[in-house]
């Protein structure tokens, strides 16, 4: 799968890509990664990407002609097809669905935002899907693209060491809940245990526990992921 990263702050990105489970999907070149600076694209001595607001308001707005010209030369440089994507708080709000929605693309141009955001032409001209990662604002959409890259990559085959980590996972396609309670050694400390049946080596019983746990704790901490799961739980697998 390939990412391509348009952003005003390429430097952002070295660091995250360098590290552990993404540095390695991209040296086994399960993942490419291709960093672009919109302000290449931008025309004139100063390489100005943004302007004032029509209308008046605090703020710079980022200019259509740099934004548009940088996405139709990137989408030029590689063969696959892409999806564009603007990271922007008005877009359909990222969740496990949509990553797994994503995963299936070979291609995906992540479009990151600054300022007051983009010139409404931008949408209007690449018609992108437009992807918020919450109700908040951020500076920009860089840390918002990490967030979907990172959610993504687990999802490549052949990035996790183990696939069944994936499919255990809280909200994933298995069951859509949370995940049970996980421990570890020591088998006691400061007086807490570690569940009996979890010692056991009984797999049945160690699973009926673990699916009976992932639909408390969802049910405790997020009764609206229980609509339509509640009746037909998937068992957890611990093969
Ligand atoms: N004025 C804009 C608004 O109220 O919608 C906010 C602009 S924000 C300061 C600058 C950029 O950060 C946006 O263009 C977008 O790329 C990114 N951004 C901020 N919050 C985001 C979010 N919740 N999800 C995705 N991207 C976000």
């Not at 007051?116 to 840390?143: H, M």
């Not at 526990?209 to 509640?230: F, K």
Request: charged letters at 25%; hydrophobic letters at 35%; aromatic letters at 8%.
């Amino acid at each position: 799968m390939r990412f391509d990263l348009l952003t005003l702050f390429p430097e952002m990105f070295p660091g995250y890509l360098g590290q552990s489970l993404l540095n390695l999907a991209i040296e086994r070149q399960l993942v490419e990664v291709a960093v672009h600076n919109i302000r290449d694209w931008a025309r004139g001595k100063h390489k100005n990407v943004d302007d004032r607001p029509y209308g008046g308001g605090p703020g710079m707005v980022l200019s259509p002609e740099p934004v548009v010209e940088c996405v139709e030369a990137v989408q030029q440089m590689d063969s696959r097809p892409s999806r564009v994507v603007v990271l922007t708080p008005g877009g359909r709000r990222f969740d496990q669905r949509i990553a797994e929605e994503y995963s299936e693309e070979q291609r995906l141009l992540l479009l990151c935002g600054r300022y007051e955001g983009f010139d409404q032409r931008v949408f209007d001209i690449l018609q992108p899907d437009e992807l918020s990662i919450g109700d908040f604002i951020l500076n920009g959409g860089e840390v918002a693209a990490m967030v979907v890259i990172d959610a993504l990559v687990r999802l490549v085959p052949g990035v996790l060491g183990d696939e069944q980590s994936n499919k255990q996972d809280s909200f994933s396609s298995e069951n859509r809940l949370l995940e049970f309670a996980q421990y570890t050694r020591p088998r006691e400390y400061r007086g807490h245990q570690v569940p009996e049946v979890l010692l056991s080596g009984n797999h049945p019983e160690i699973a009926e526990w673990r699916t009976q746990n992932s639909l408390e704790r969802t049910r405790q901490r997020r009764r609206d992921l229980l609509d339509g799961n509640e009746q037909s739980p998937q068992p957890a697998d611990n093969s």
